[in-house]
């Protein structure tokens, strides 16, 4: 059987972040993860070709990489897509997932893995079998065993079971099956239970949307206090809190005078994992916008600059700790009478 595996820049074995913009390339051979992917799903199966893309090369040229990845699906006659693991990437979980959707829409299936938080799960999880990964490479062969597992019951033809028995993430698409009670009894059995408080498990999980009311519009920008933060890794030079660069466990409060020589400076030193350092070290605005907003409080667009900014890194970070962070950051913040945000990303 004949498989095309699609990998990104790093595990293409081009290079890290500074590859993030190279354009897709076509190996006739299995690269990086694909090598182990051959070995264990024996002599039925190879990988006929692998194709390689910048992360983000990928997302800023969506449509020319679509045409190149389907021409290359026609090209080498897939019987299966492979796209990853991509684990916690969201980049690289998207790019996997949209070309999941490439192979989908031509009537070839797919299998990738990705971290539950990974938003190209949520994107792209009815177009393939998405299987569930840890957040991090340190779990490659976990990661590759359930790919495989799923790519081998694919290629002979198996019907897949549940995605709660197989280990991939829900598709949101029904098939008929049938059972030895009908839908009022199964659905009063259920009901009984819960009335007694026994466990049950539910035939359809129903999503729980968190509602946030909007905090109510600034009235009185001339005399509002403003603060900046970011979750882009911008820290003082040489990171002396050891910020990690990647599923961050922490935040950190700095003085924008002390910590980066100047209220609209911001000098520092980026330590995100997730993208190219090299213009945010040579200028921190680019990170933490302080300069304009030194300028803001000076043409008196609002009241006052608040001197210290919050700092994390979002690569990768549980979205509990984010909350967490959140919540303690925005105490914080009241306390010292700030009354609005800037928050900036990569």
Do not use: W
């Not at 006929?48 to 800023?60: K, L, R, S």
């Amino acid at each position: 059987m004949r498989i095309i595996h699609y990998l990104n820049q790093f595990y293409g074995q081009i290079g890290g972040e500074s590859e993030a913009y190279c354009p897709l390339q076509v190996k006739e051979e299995a690269v990086g993860p694909g090598k182990r992917i051959e070995a264990m799903l024996g002599d039925d199966a190879r990988i006929v070709a692998t194709i390689i893309c910048g992360d983000n090369y990928f997302n800023e040229n969506t449509e020319t990489v679509g045409r190149q990845i389907e021409e290359a699906l026609k090209k080498y006659d897939a019987d299966l897509l492979i796209a990853g693991p991509a684990f916690n990437a969201g980049r690289y979980g998207i790019a996997c997932g949209a070309v999941c959707k490439i192979a989908y829409e031509m009537g070839i299936e797919a299998v990738s893995g990705m971290y539950r938080e990974n938003p190209g799960v949520e994107m792209y999880r009815r177009y393939g079998y998405i299987a569930s990964t840890a957040n991090n490479a340190r779990r490659m062969k976990e990661a590759l065993e359930s790919i495989c597992g799923l790519a081998k019951k694919i290629l002979s033809g198996q019907t897949l079971a549940t995605a709660e028995e197989e280990g991939y993430f829900e598709r949101g698409l029904r098939r008929n099956v049938y059972v030895e009670r009908n839908a009022a009894q199964r659905a009063t059995d259920m009901l009984l239970a819960k009335i007694k408080g026994e466990a049950f498990v539910t035939e359809r999980e129903m999503p729980v949307f968190k509602k946030f009311a909007p905090s109510p519009a600034i009235k009185d920008m001339k005399h509002a206090t403003i603060a900046v933060m970011t979750s882009g890794g911008l820290v003082p030079k040489g990171n002396p809190d050891r910020l990690e660069t990647c599923n961050c466990t922490k935040y950190k409060k700095y003085s924008l005078e002390e910590a980066y020589g100047g209220k609209g400076a911001a000098a520092g030193q980026v330590v995100h994992g997730g993208y190219d350092p090299v213009y945010g070290n040579a200028d921190g605005n680019r990170i933490l916008p302080a300069d304009v907003l030194v300028k803001l409080e000076e043409e008196g667009v609002f009241g006052k600059f608040y001197d210290h900014t919050y700092v994390t890194v979002g690569n990768g970070t549980e979205v509990d700790h984010a909350a967490e962070f959140g919540d303690r950051i925005a105490e914080e913040l009241k306390e010292d009478g700030v009354d609005g945000v800037l928050l900036t990303s990569t």
